[in-house]
Nanobody
């Protein structure tokens, strides 16, 4: 059974860092582009970052560009989101997703991704 499991969330003060991980199982990881989304209370999920199946292309939302870095390890079937210089407005539930259609910052939006994790909470205090 295909599964994505996020980890690494938690509470941190503004200016701090966290690294999220998303472990994939039951699917051929290298067939998929991977993405991170986040959801604020009462809002729809919004795109954060995406990485091409080969890892050679990445895309970021303007709100995280320069602060967050997405990467992947095909050996570990895992995608990461390194989050630096965190701000209180980064507080959200973060989800990873796997899809076959690359669309830059519209990945998983233009064409819905095939698999989603259950999310991990990130809380940034002022």
């Amino acid at each position: 059974q295909e599964q994505l499991v996020e980890s690494g969330g938690g509470s941190v003060q503004a200016g701090g860092s966290l690294r999220l991980s998303c472990a994939a199982s039951g699917l051929t990881f290298t067939n998929y582009h991977m993405a991170w989304f986040r959801q604020f209370p009462g809002k729809e999920r919004e795109f954060v970052a995406a990485i091409f199946w080969s890892g050679g292309i990445t895309s970021y939302s303007d709100s995280v560009k320069g602060r967050f870095t997405i990467s992947r390890s095909d050996a570990k079937n895992t995608v990461y989101l390194q989050m630096n210089s965190l701000k209180p407005e980064d507080t959200a539930v973060y989800y990873c997703a796997a899809g076959r259609t690359w669309a830059g910052d519209q990945t998983c939006t233009v064409v819905r991704c095939d698999y989603w994790g259950r999310g991990t909470q990130v809380t940034v205090s002022a």
